[in-house]
């Protein structure tokens, strides 16, 4: 990590020197108390009277807002010998996508707890609500090809589902709605390695297909039926954007008809392959730089070392040679792999011997302990190591700066968007989650959800949700963000951040949110590029 560059000495210069800081203070001020005071007869003064004081405090939360690590609290997931002596998975759930009702909030990795009217908190009637923006990971899918063991001991077929993929011009002749069979050839000689069957490795299953569109129905049980945020019509005013992953596509298709009940034609927005600020893939030697050397020293080497009898085991069960660097560099791929198959009700894997299962088997100890490990080290790689912080906030900057320009822009009345849904990865939710410095980490499950909702505080209590408008945002008495606040939901309740600028994010001062993210990234990830590349210090 490269060293802060120092501050200039504020003391030992010209007199000048000291007082212009001074003095243009007492002329701001002055500017802001002049302006004010004609507030009642000039609309156009009042405005630019409110900015300068929304810029004032804006400069004195930046001044305070603390902008370090904070170390997440302690508890058996980030504690190895707990890891490796413990039982069981803190009851968390791997062997379904439903949770029961009286225990709806409970980890889920299968199908994470998202925001749902039965839970969801109100706030006070003064809060009126203006903008959404929500980020979650895809729904439960099939095995990556990669996860997948050399031999697998059973096929995985998908033909309860299709997933449609074809061209259509938008004025014009038609497309037949055409979509993928899996199919194997008994003419080729040449086997794939994994899973055989008519699945894709990965593709979101036809249970991933249902609990995305009812992660959809939920949200707008809220956001429409609930708060009636939501217009009716949502055209102009939602978004999707999803990765060049084909499978955040396949989720965010079922979440828009689980939302809207459409079956209309509906745009995706997608970034560049290579450049892609949500899954993210845009280039960040400083981060990548960063997250090896959070893998490679000695407090990641002993959780594998500890793991070593584990690692034996599953090795000879699954034909996974030990040299496999990609099964060893930690539990990512074992985890995925037997995640898999219990989501989906399959069986553990048993060892083939002749080509036929033998009693040897992966127990549901035994995954429990994969489970264990693969939730220390994300806990350990995106909060533990103090270089989780600058890893994340460049890598995953980009985002971050796009985020706080849409609540800008929403504010000044620069966009008749209300609401930004994003479909992503574990890899985009544990990043943001990382920046925000939540209090608990684990690895984001299934379907993990973020939401981001900006409120305007009212002098006058209502029970309305309103959206903003031009005519509101260009009055005098709601210009500036001194009346804006963030409260941010995380497994659809409200997130606790280490950090003490964030803390309980419910109804957190817009100033602080903004001072926070704009310290770390710069105002719309002005400071991501250089940093990145290391020309700007981390």
């Known amino acids: 990590m490269d060293t802060p560059r120092p501050r200039p000495p504020v003391c030992g210069g010209s007199l000048l020197t000291k007082l212009i800081p001074v003095l243009g ?41 603390d902008l370090s690590w904070h170390a997440p609290n302690a508890t058996g997931i ?73 031999v697998e001991s059973y096929g995985w077929n998908c033909d309860d589902e299709g997933l449609f993929y074809y061209g259509q011009p938008k004025s014009g002749k038609k497309s037949a709605r055409a979509y993928w069979q899996g199919y194997l050839s008994p ?24 609990d995305s569109w009812q992660h959809g129905r939920d949200l707008y049980g ?44 509906y745009p995706l927005l997608v970034a560049p392959t290579g450049y892609d600020p949500l899954e993210p893939t845009y280039p960040c030697p400083v981060s990548s730089n960063l997250f090896n050397a ?112 849409h609540i800008r822009d929403s504010i000044a009345g620069k966009s008749n968007v209300i609401y930004r849904h994003n479909v992503a990865h574990d890899g985009s939710i544990s990043r943001l989650l990382s920046v925000l410095q939540l209090d608990e980490m684990a690895w984001p499950g299934m379907g993990s ?3 981001f909702e900006l409120y305007k505080k009212d002098s006058t209590p209502d029970t309305t949700a309103t959206a903003p408008s031009i005519s509101a945002v260009e009055s005098p008495a709601s210009t500036g963000i001194s009346r804006y606040y963030i409260r941010v939901l995380w497994k659809g309740q ?15 001062p817009l100033e602080m949110v903004l001072a926070y993210f704009d310290g770390l990234v710069g105002v719309g990830a002005a400071l991501v590029q250089g940093k990145c590349n290391g020309s700007i210090p981390v």
């Open 78 to 150: 980030n504690n190895l010998t707990a890891v490796i002596e413990g039982e069981g998975v803190y009851g968390f759930i791997y062997n379904s996508s439903n949770t029961p009702a009286n225990q709806y909030g409970v980890y889920n990795w299968c199908n994470m707890p998202h925001v749902r009217a039965t839970e969801y908190k109100k706030p006070g009637s003064e809060y009126k609500l203006q903008y959404v923006e929500v980020i979650h990971r895809h729904h439960k899918r099939t095995v990556y090809a990669s996860n997948s063991f050399p």
């Open 449 to 451: 959800e973020v939401i």
């Open 187 to 210: 003419q080729n000689p040449f086997i794939p390695l994994g899973f055989l069957g008519t699945c894709q490795f990965p593709q979101i299953t036809a249970e991933g297909l249902d």
């Open 294 to 405: 959070t893998q490679s020293g000695g407090n990641w080497t002993d959780h594998l070392t500890a793991a070593s009898s584990l690692y034996a085991t599953l090795d000879d069960i699954s034909g996974v040679s030990p040299t496999d660097y990609g099964f060893h560099m930690s539990f990512d791929h074992y985890y995925d792999n037997l995640s898999a198959r219990q989501c989906h009700g399959k069986p553990l894997p048993c060892k083939l011997v002749n080509g036929a299962n033998s009693t040897t088997c992966v127990t549901q100890d035994i995954a429990n302990e994969v489970y264990r490990l693969g939730n220390y080290e994300y806990s350990y790689i995106y909060r533990d190591d103090p270089r989780s912080l600058p890893a994340s906030a460049t890598s995953f900057g980009v985002w971050i700066g796009e985020l706080t320009t």
């Open 222 to 265: 809220v956001y429409h039926d609930l708060l009636g945020f939501l217009p009716d019509d949502t055209h102009e005013k939602v978004t999707f954007k999803v990765t060049q992953n084909v499978i955040t596509s396949e989720v965010a298709g079922m979440v828009l008809n689980g939302m809207c009940g459409t079956q209309e034609d």
């Open 25 to 65: 203070i007492l002329l701001l001020y002055r500017i802001i108390e002049q302006g004010l005071s004609a507030m009642r007869s000039n609309p156009r003064t009042s405005f630019i009277a409110a900015v300068a004081a929304s810029l004032t405090r804006h400069g004195e939360a930046a001044s305070i807002v």
């Open 494 to 508: 409200v997130l606790r951040s280490s950090n003490p600028s964030l803390g309980l994010m419910d109804m957190v």
